[in-house]
């Protein structure tokens, strides 16, 4: 009989996909050896090649040089998200390391998820831009460092705006970042670099909350592309001219655009309708024809003349890195990372259900084949301003337990990104709040279907999901048979003190303020209702996790384990938040699945 473990991919992605200045090789970060390494691909096909060979870090983020000669990345250890960068020769070889502050983070491109197209160097390659808090822990600047001298040019930044680099100008002049406020806000920055005195200029002036998202920039420096939702609900993709400094609106759909890239006269472009991305292309003004591709997600799209790389998954397929021939129409995929297991995988439907106040609460369902009554797994993802998709998720845990019977709710509720700005807000200051109604209403939803079974209803998530686990399993205690909680906070207030300093500043408008309003983050706390726990519950977490520490989870297992309550708790020692090596994960996700057919099989 198949176990967890045979329904893993054989690999995960941790990065973006890297294209070389001359589209013949894509570079990545996986872990199928164990760590996140950095691998590069012939694009015609053909076996990778590995450049590193960690055994503690990972490596997240990837860039070529302009030159196609050498990539920058950035690496961890352990899972503690102090990312040092690193530059190796493509062919091979030792990596110099760049950054020495081992207690600081450094970042490339727009945020340290981002997996578009990262062009951290200057175009004469002879400099990098980046960022890093590493004058003031509670301060991201911007740095320019020059690779022969290793002399650095700081942009300082001030506490409540983390900027980041996002690239320069093809004329070596501007460099453009960004200045994150929050989830859901943020300003875009230009520096001139030829005056060595420049300070930075705020190009995206705007009252109350706007998304500015950088892209690519056009061949003559005059403009760059963005995203941004500033006239409305959906974000929307632009072009921002310098001279006149002007936005002018180019793909406005009623979804959000996501991802952008551009080469030449070529412009490619991802649109998340409903949770499934949809790819277009335009060249010399007119829209491409594409083949269809499977109905899931895109990430990390980039183009190099008629070569689109990007990384695909779908409910049923794990992520690959894919290659998408313009000329020729034909997609090839680069990586194999799908499991043997010989089974017959489950696509997911897309469900509404009508919740508290009236709105339809979006959500994706799996049934397992066949017929019979059904235990379920509420499965709520993090963020909370994130979005479940058609992904082949969590090592293949919802494969899994459909093989083994037990269905999957996996509902988008209020905070949730994708849907719109509104929606996204209606989380802001309110975990705990309306959202746990919303899961309230999932459960009341799985009861109106004849084939699932009412007494056995799970409920898991990982950080902010296993916060919302940690909720349900406390203040809506008579619905569910059982729980998991993967790095969930359990205590509002110890959370909002202790989460990296650079994030401090965003608390008080994003959970509350922990000097000012501690008694609402306590009564919005799962550890403040531990007593009416009653299922049972496994608790996991990385010992190293610098957003939800171990305190979070070992406060409410401490309560838990003083009334005699039936807890489990696995901590990771070489983790953090999530888990970066591949033998530590599909050991998790295994002994999750094994918890909850444990309470909800049949």
């Known amino acids: 009989m198949a176990e967890s473990k045979d329904f893993a991919p054989r690999q995960r992605f941790r990065s973006n996909v890297a294209l070389s200045p001359d589209g013949r090789f894509a570079a990545y970060a996986a872990n199928a050896d164990g760590q996140h390494d950095l691998h590069v691909v012939p694009v015609a096909g053909g076996e990778p090649r590995k450049l590193t060979d ?102 300082e930044s001030t506490p409540g705006t983390m900027l980041h680099a996002v690239s320069v100008s093809p004329d070596g002049r501007w460099l453009l970042a960004s200045g994150f406020l929050s989830n859901s806000d943020n300003n875009l920055v230009l520096v001139d670099l030829r005056d060595p005195d420049a300070v930075p200029l705020v190009i995206t002036e705007h009252e109350g909350r706007r998304l500015h998202l950088p892209g690519p920039w056009t061949a003559d420096s005059t403009a760059f592309h963005l995203r941004h939702n500033t006239d409305g609900e959906f974000v929307a993709l632009a072009r921002y001219t310098i001279a006149t400094g002007e936005t002018t609106d180019l793909v406005t759909p009623a979804w959000d655009v996501e991802q952008v890239a551009t080469c030449g006269t070529t412009t490619a472009w991802t649109v998340n309708e409903d949770g499934i991305s949809r790819l277009f292309a335009r060249r010399d003004g007119e829209l491409l024809v594409l083949p269809e591709l499977p109905a899931g997600v895109i990430a990390s799209l980039s183009v190099v003349g008629d070569v689109l790389t990007f990384l695909l998954t779908t409910g049923a397929r794990p992520t690959e890195v894919v290659a998408l021939d313009l000329a020729e129409g034909a997609l090839r995929y680069l990586t194999d990372s799908a499991p043997a297991v010989a089974v017959t995988f489950v696509e997911p439907r897309l469900v509404r259900y009508p919740t508290h106040d009236g709105r339809e609460v979006p959500a994706w369902l799996y049934r397992p084949h066949g017929e019979g009554i059904r235990g379920v797994v509420v499965s709520i993802h993090g963020g909370p301003e994130g979005q479940e998709r058609p992904f082949y998720n969590y090592a293949g845990l919802y494969q899994y337990l459909l093989s083994q019977g037990v269905a999957v709710l996996a509902p988008n509720v209020r905070g949730s990104t994708g849907y719109g700005k ?60 059982a729980g998991v909680s993967m790095v969930g906070p359990s205590n509002l207030l110890t959370m909002a003190r202790s989460v990296p300093e650079t994030w401090r500043a965003e608390m008080a408008d994003w959970v509350g303020d922990p000097d000012t309003e501690a008694d609402f983050l306590l009564e919005r706390s799962p550890i403040t209702h531990v007593d009416a726990i009653t299922a049972p519950l496994f608790v996991i977490q990385g010992a190293n996790d610098p957003r939800v520490v171990k305190a979070e989870s070992d406060q409410i297992v401490e309560a838990l384990r003083a009334r005699g309550v039936d807890v489990r708790y696995d901590v990771y020692d070489d983790e953090g938040h999530g888990f970066t090596n591949r033998v530590n994960e599909v050991k998790a996700i295994g002994d999750t699945a094994g918890f909850l057919l444990a309470h909800l099989g049949g």
């Open 54 to 155: 960690y055994a503690h870090n990972a490596v997240r983020q990837i860039a070529w040089s302009p030159d196609g000669g050498s990539l920058l990345y950035t690496a961890d250890f352990q899972g503690d998200e102090q990312f040092q960068l690193y530059l190796v020769d493509a062919g091979g070889g030792e990596a110099r390391r760049l950054t020495d502050t081992v207690d600081r983070q450094h970042v490339l491109g727009a945020n340290i998820y981002d997996n578009g197209v990262i062009t951290p160097f200057t175009p004469d390659g002879r400099a990098v831009v980046y960022a890093g808090n590493d004058r003031d822990p509670a301060v991201q600047d911007v740095l320019v460092q020059d690779l022969e001298t290793g002399a650095v040019r700081r942009v």
């Open 422 to 481: 509104t929606y996204q807000s209606l989380i802001l200051r309110d975990w705990g709040g309306d959202e746990l109604l919303d899961f309230e209403h999932a459960v009341g939803y799985l009861t109106t279907l004849d084939w699932v079974d009412p007494e056995r209803i799970g409920v898991w998530g990982a950080s902010f999901g296993g916060f919302a686990t940690l909720s349900c399993l406390s203040r809506l205690p008579g619905l569910w048979a």
